[in-house]
């Protein structure tokens, strides 16, 4: 039979002995030991070798089957083959099964080594040399002595292990690695160190150990063996995963805004880190943000945010996350938010059973799990008490130490300092996305030019930002799309651009054209620059695009202020870029904007965006573009399920990083039967023959319920411009369902006000009574003058 280990020496006498007795190998040193030969004694019982009783000299008696303890030494009498009683000293160890082999126990018997240590010139001058625990092993790795120091970690006497292995010793991992580490010394003469985690005999928590493996020479300078040295540095090991877990915590909580997820990386970091179960649980923020917190004083309702267990499933979480719990004078949350500071329990105290009195469940869950020590940490920051996080220990054996405190206090101060920055952000981001929604258009009133779809989407990765759309209805059934995006987010981005679209509007209805109009608000932008204590440019910034679609002749005036160009699908192709002049940002002042004019067919889409849609970390302006008019490029029923389909294909899963506004209109054609024309000569006199061929008009439209009206209006339009106008003079009549527009154009550049007439005057009350009988009226200048238009409500046709 081939010996336990072969490269072992064979001086050492080694045998296994299996739970049943049996004797499953036995080694040449064994042989020597006591005559017998491995065929005859292996496969039969352990028992029948001994000659009297054991002695033991370790924490039990001699190796038995189904022994609790993992080592056991004593004096064992064996028979000799000659039949002679031999008292042996033995150390066993407990081998469980691994690998097919079965269990059992290894027993090793050290040989007699001729020198004794005070004889032997080596061990002398090694441990005299030696401040600390040393041993000394030979070339061929046998223990040849050790100090005291060391015999008492080892817990075996240093007489009775001279001649062993460090395997023999100890047959652990890390006995293992001693050996490599000491081979590596012996072949290349140089010092090597080992860190390690050990028990000392007697001790129930590991120790950090560095273990310096050094060589020793003889006079001749020839490596006969190693020394080695070991250091206990539990105490620096710790201070430097304490550190650690400190730096740690500073980089992994708080990586987002959000409360709940900074609440769980505080849990996540610390287990198992510190402890074996940590459990998050804060406070619910006042109704208001304005009001001061209420002291926390029992009882105390907390909310479980956030827990993790070091066994997977949290069998040790008792309550859910977002559940609420009160928390009665007694309990750890409730003690330590009283204190102020934190509280520890161990049940060698009785503090632990205290502490869940009130709560029978809990209670039994710490005996179930065998919870020993436990510790509560508030949570506050800037004087303010945010919660509880709670610690417990039931794998690790120590309790919690002055320093784990520190610790678990210094690590909960960060993650508080956290979350009342995320919910300071939760805060102003609901306030700043209120703001935002209540600024845009709720719903796109029904248009006669176009048919609208729109969506916008705050940002989720920043604050909400100052993206803006609005659709606005023009005289002459024409309408103003625009889209916009002020620089920056928050609060004051959200303000901006309530201001800008309230002036858009304003100068949509004076009716002026793209280019002019974006003039006006890069002054705007500027003055508002100014008013926020800048230089007067780049403190406030916007970029815009401003479109005017007209359905009677389908033509569409763009213009834009660095603002993403939009995208045309015709009713029959694919989707193109529009080539238009960029023009400068607002906000930069002094530089002029350029307008394009096209004709959009009937049917066509208009997709105006801002570049939260096609710019991200992944994918720039350019690539984003494309991938909007492939998204464009496939049909859909409605506008409305292509922005969604529009926001599916474009961002992420987790939302935008940016705010996103999408609009997209599809234009409507008026028909040449829905418009009226007529050019009137400068003659007060034929006011009247053009109110009879306004009237036949309105009777082939079948809209003779608004004749009175609409003659009233004509009349009053058309003498006004042929007193006060310029020749030539047209007046045009359109209608839809809805609404009849009357307009009357003239080359004069002078614009009428109303004004309302004294007692005495003569005139004066025409464009009064016009405002009186329509719902709108105005006018609005044109490159060859002027025109007055005005508004009437169609009755429901039958």
Not at 367 to 384: C, E
Not at 414 to 436: G, M, N, S
Request: with cysteine; hydrophobic share 40%.
């Amino acid at each position: 039979m081939s010996p336990v280990n072969p490269s072992d020496d064979d001086a050492t006498a080694r045998a296994v002995v299996d739970d049943s007795g049996t004797l499953r190998e036995w080694n040449e040193g064994a042989r020597r030991l006591l005559g017998h030969p491995a065929a005859d004694v292996v496969g039969r019982p352990a028992a029948a070798l001994l000659a009297g009783a054991a002695e033991p000299s370790g924490p039990a008696g001699p190796p038995a089957p189904g022994a609790g303890e993992a080592r056991w030494s004593g004096t064992l009498t064996l028979r000799h083959r000659d039949g002679r009683a031999v008292p042996v000293w033995v150390l066993a160890h407990r081998r469980e099964p691994a690998d097919g082999a079965p269990g059992g126990w290894l027993a090793v018997a050290p040989p007699d080594l001729p020198p004794g240590q005070d004889d032997d010139p080596l061990v002398r001058a090694a441990l005299a040399q030696s401040p600390c625990a040393t041993m000394i092993f030979d070339d061929r790795l046998r223990l040849r002595g050790l100090n005291d120091a060391m015999a008492r970690l080892v817990g075996l006497p240093a007489e009775r292990v001279r001649g062993l292995r460090a395997t023999d010793v100890s047959p652990s991992a890390q006995s293992t690695e001693l050996e490599r580490h000491m081979e590596r010394v012996l072949a290349s003469g140089r010092r090597d160190d080992m860190r390690t985690h050990l028990k000392a005999t007697g001790e129930v928590r590991a120790h950090a150990w560095l273990a310096r493996v050094a060589p020793v020479s003889d006079p001749a300078g020839r490596v006969v063996g190693v020394c080695v040295t070991a250091h206990d540095f539990t105490e620096q090991h710790l201070a430097r995963e304490r550190l650690q877990l400190v730096n740690e915590a500073s980089v992994r909580v708080g990586s987002t805004l959000d409360v709940t997820r900074t609440a769980q990386e505080l849990a996540d970091v610390c287990v198992p880190a510190l402890a074996d179960f940590v459990s998050v649980e804060l406070l619910d923020p006042p109704a208001h943000p304005g009001e001061p917190p209420a002291p926390p004083v029992p009882p105390v309702a907390l909310r479980r945010t956030a827990h993790r267990s070091i066994t997977p499933g949290d069998p040790e979480a008792v309550a859910e996350p977002g559940r609420l719990d009160v928390y009665p004078e007694g309990s750890p949350q409730a003690d330590c938010l009283r204190s102020g500071r934190a509280v520890v329990a161990e049940t060698a105290s009785a503090d632990l059973d205290r502490w869940r009195e009130w709560d029978p469940l809990r209670l039994q869950r710490v005996r179930d799990l065998g919870i020993h020590s436990a510790m509560a940490v508030p949570l506050r920051a800037r004087g303010t008490f945010l919660g509880v996080a709670v610690f417990h220990r039931f794998r690790r054996p120590e309790p919690f130490t002055h320093d784990d405190v520190l610790l678990a206090e210094e690590v909960s101060a960060r993650a508080a300092v956290c979350i009342d920055h995320a919910r300071r952000y939760a805060r102003e981001r609901e306030t700043t996305l209120t703001l935002q929604r209540s600024l845009l258009p709720r719903t796109l009133p029904p248009m006669a030019a176009v048919e609208a779809a729109s969506r916008y989407l705050p940002a989720t990765r920043s604050g909400v930002g100052g993206d803006w759309f609005d659709v606005v209805p023009l005289s002459g059934m024409r309408v103003a799309m625009v889209v916009g995006d002020v620089v920056g987010h928050g609060i004051q981005a959200s303000a901006t651009m309530g201001r800008l679209r309230t002036a858009v509007r304003t100068l949509a209805d004076i009716d002026l054209p793209p280019d002019e109009l974006l003039t006006h608000l890069d002054d705007l932008v500027v003055r508002l620059s100014e008013e926020s204590g800048g230089n007067g440019t780049g403190e406030v910034g916007a970029t815009c695009l401003y479109a005017v679609y007209d359905p009677v002749s389908r033509r569409c005036s763009l213009a834009r202020a660095g603002h993403p160009a939009p995208v045309l699908v015709p009713p029959d192709g694919p989707p193109e870029q529009l080539q238009l002049p960029s023009g400068p940002p607002l906000g930069v002042g002094g530089l002029p904007f350029e307008s394009a004019e096209l004709e959009l067919r009937e049917g066509s889409v208009l997709a105006l965006y801002t570049d939260g849609l096609v710019e991200s970390r992944e994918r720039d302006a350019e690539a984003g573009q494309a991938l909007l008019r492939e998204t464009l490029a496939a049909p859909a029923g409605s506008l409305d399920a292509t922005c969604d389909r529009v926001l599916r294909a474009l961002l992420p899963a987790g939302g935008a990083a940016d705010d996103v506004a999408l609009l997209l209109a599809r234009t409507r054609g008026l028909p040449a039967h829905q418009v009226a024309t007529w050019d009137i000569p400068a003659d007060p006199s034929l006011v009247a023959p053009v109110r009879k061929q306004v009237l036949e008009q309105l009777s082939s439209w079948a809209l003779l319920d608004a004749s009175f009206t609409a003659e009233l209006v004509v009349s009053e339009l058309v003498t006004n411009a042929i007193r006060y106008g310029l020749p030539p003079i047209r007046l045009r009549l359109i209608h839809d369902a809805t609404t009849l527009i009357c307009e009357v154009s003239d080359t004069s550049h002078t614009a009428p006000h109303l004004r309302r007439a004294r007692t005495w005057d003569e005139g004066g009350r025409g464009l009064l009574l016009v405002a009186q009988l329509t719902q709108r009226w105005g006018s609005r200048h044109t490159p060859e003058g002027k025109r007055i238009w005005a508004e009437l409500a169609l009755l429901d046709q039958e």
